[in-house]
């Protein structure tokens, strides 16, 4: 069997392409983020309101990163990169979402699965 040189996924992964495009998604991810923070804002709980406080902000700082990083070079994004890039987002963004659920006094462990319940719309829950 003979495989096309010219399909997409024979090229190098740019790892700076790829980490320029993973902070234009926490980016995104930042400004996502704000509907919990405000949630537990209005529920009064101080310190998951700062611990998602801290999220947006180092998010914002990465998507603000990303956007100037990527708005002077006209880098396409190649297809092996994009899916690099899809695997990344899942495990930051719920490794990132697991911390305020820490907030609630619940294991990394559960936290985390938690976290990739809720990023991969599963609905599975190990809490009561």
Known sequence: MKIAQN??????IRPLVLARYLCLMLG???ILTCVPFLV???WGNPATSWSYFYLIAFSLFLGLYGFY??????VHIQRNESLALVV???VVVSLMQSI?????GVSFMDAWFE?????TT???STLS
């Not at 399909?7 to 190098?12: I, K, Y």
């Not at 990083?69 to 006209?74: E, I, L």
């Not at 305020?100 to 609630?104: A, K, Q, T």
């Open 40 to 42: 537990s804002l209005v």
């Open 115 to 119: 976290a990739v319940s809720g990023v």
């Open 7 to 12: 399909s997409g996924l024979f090229f190098a």
């Open 69 to 74: 990083a990527t708005r002077k070079d006209k």
């Open 100 to 104: 305020p659920i820490m907030s609630y």
């Open 122 to 124: 599963t609905g599975l």
């Open 88 to 90: 990344l987002v899942f």
């Open 28 to 30: 995104l991810f930042g």
